[in-house]
């Protein structure tokens, strides 16, 4: 079975600009996290989507955004991206009903110059 | 609001040896999920092991095992018979029961850089 995949691997972007990042979650599974994962610390939650719906928010300026598709795959957006935004964007998959477990994809990295 | 606390920025062992890294964690809850993740250099983080806090038995995986203390609210990670696979980082992880909100997402610590010596 395929597990979390995102993409893409790595970008480079100018203060700024915007981004979007994608995620599909394993199959069946229908919920979908967001961490950030800045260099040489663990990682912070962004937002979790359940059912296409936002169901928890983490401690993120508003330029952070995201959404749920019907085939439960996410796009994560940052606006106006500053340098501190540079981290590893990581997607987690779970599927509530059956298993209180998260299961991660490789990440994306951003790098913003 | 939860807190985990990793104070070994980094720890090292000689394959073959068993190491134990420690996590201590902060929450008024009393229930509650407990995992391990292993971030490797190729960035997956992967599940390693997971305990319930209701649970009084002590989890175990393979050579992976954990010594919770709830009352301490301690939950370190032992590795038994070291790999060189096995270097990477490890975070300690803490998940409410609560779902919904921020709540049902994972806080981590800021993990330990686990080195492997042949």
């Known amino acids: 079975d395929a597990g979390v995949t995102q993409s893409p691997t790595h970008l480079i972007k100018t203060r700024g600009q915007h981004v979007t990042l994608r995620c599909s979650p394993i199959s069946g599974h229908k919920s979908v996290s967001w961490y950030q994962q800045v260099l040489g610390q663990g990682p912070q939650f962004i937002f979790q989507y359940y059912e296409k719906e936002e169901r928890g928010r983490g401690n993120f300026p508003d330029r952070f955004s995201a959404r749920q598709f019907p085939n439960y795959s996410s796009e994560l957006n940052v606006n106006a991206l500053l340098l501190g935004d540079s981290a590893l964007y990581l997607c987690?998959?779970?599927?509530?009903?059956?298993?209180?477990?998260?299961?991660f994809g490789p990440g994306t990295r951003l790098t913003v110059t | 609001a939860q807190t985990v606390t990793q104070s070994q920025p980094e720890m090292s062992v000689q394959e073959a040896e068993t190491v134990t890294l420690s996590c201590t964690y902060d929450?008024?809850?009393?229930?509650?999920?407990l995992f391990w993740y292993k971030q490797p250099p190729s960035r997956q983080m992967i599940l390693v092991i997971r305990q319930e806090a209701y649970k009084q038995q002590n989890a175990t995986e393979n050579r992976f095992s954990v010594n919770f203390q709830k009352a301490a609210k301690s939950f370190s990670l032992k590795i038994s018979d070291s790999q060189l696979g096995d270097a990477a980082m490890y975070f300690c992880a803490y998940r409410s029961k609560n779902y919904g909100g921020s709540q049902g997402n994972l806080i981590f610590g800021k993990g330990t850089k686990l080195s492997v010596k042949p």
């Open positions: 987690a998959s779970s599927d509530p009903g059956v298993t209180y477990e998260q299961y």
């Open positions: 929450t008024s809850e009393s229930d509650y999920y």
